[in-house]
T-cell receptor, first 110, second 115 residues
Framework: QKEVEQDPGPLSVPEGAIVSLNCTYSNSAFQYFMWYRQYSRKGPELLMYTYSSGNKEDGRFTAQVDKSSKYISLFIRDSQPSDSATYLCAMTPGNTPLVFGKGTRLSVIA | DTGVSQDPRHKITKRGQNVTFRCDPISEHNRLYWYRQTLGQGPEFLTYFQNEAQLEKSRLLSDRFSAERPKGSFSTLEIQRTEQGDSAMYLC?????????????FGPGTRLTVT
């Protein structure tokens, strides 16, 4: 079992839909959780950064962490074609390098 | 505020040649990381520095790979005697790494193709 599991998709939704992206993990030491967006052949771009359990909202994006279930989510409201990209979850206990999921490829259809 | 930059953006080389990549982190970021990403996978950790000290190397990093961060500023990653399996995107990231600030910011990557 990999430390971080993420469904690679692809996920295809109509413009305006609410998108839910998820990761599960096995290492209970993970405390810091990140979501990155990566366009084709580009570097990952940090979208959300959260600590421990709870919710964080930034514009159309909401990140949720449930440490008891070892489950994190990213919600995208009012999705746009420009949101079409690969979304990577990443996590760390704090003092060590990030561990990434495989990424979920999202397509938002106009 | 400039982000992380990497050079070159693309490199095509023949098997057996040596290549060197450069990364310039966000200024004042203490930590600098190198990752490798292959198609359909998330980035995998290679090595990282705190200032000029190399603190950890992954088992992925064979003896053909070496990294430096002289004076704690830019970093270089060298691959000697390249193999076709080295073809990948090489990503650099930097982090402020203060208490509670462990987020990492990535550069655009260097895409290596070994023929």
């Amino acid at each position: 079992q990999k430390e971080v599991e993420q469904d690679p998709g692809p996920l295809s939704v109509p413009e305006g839909a609410i998108v839910s992206l998820n990761c599960t993990y096995s290492n209970s030491a993970f405390q810091y959780f990140m979501w990155y967006r990566q366009y084709s052949r580009k570097g990952p771009e940090l979208l959300m950064y959260t600590y421990s359990s709870g919710n964080k909202e930034d514009g159309r994006f909401t990140a949720q962490v449930d440490k008891s279930s070892k489950y994190i989510s990213l919600f995208i409201r009012d999705s746009q074609p420009s949101d079409s990209a690969t979304y990577l979850c990443a996590m760390t206990p704090g003092n060590t390098p990030l561990v990434f999921g495989k990424g979920t490829r999202l397509s938002v259809i106009a | 505020d400039t982000g992380v930059s990497q050079d070159p953006r693309h490199k095509i080389t023949k098997r057996g040649q040596n290549v060197t990549f450069r990364c310039d982190p966000i200024s004042e970021h203490n930590r600098l990381y190198w990752y490798r990403q292959t198609l359909g996978q998330g980035p995998e950790f290679l090595t990282y520095f705190q200032n000029e000290a190399q603190l950890e190397k992954s088992r992925l990093l064979s003896d053909r790979f070496s990294a430096e961060r002289p004076k704690g500023s830019f970093s270089t990653l060298e691959i000697q005697r390249t193999e076709q399996g080295d073809s990948a995107m090489y990503l650099c990231a930097s982090s402020p790494w203060t208490s509670g600030s462990y987020e990492q910011y990535f550069g655009p990557g260097t895409r290596l193709t070994v023929t």
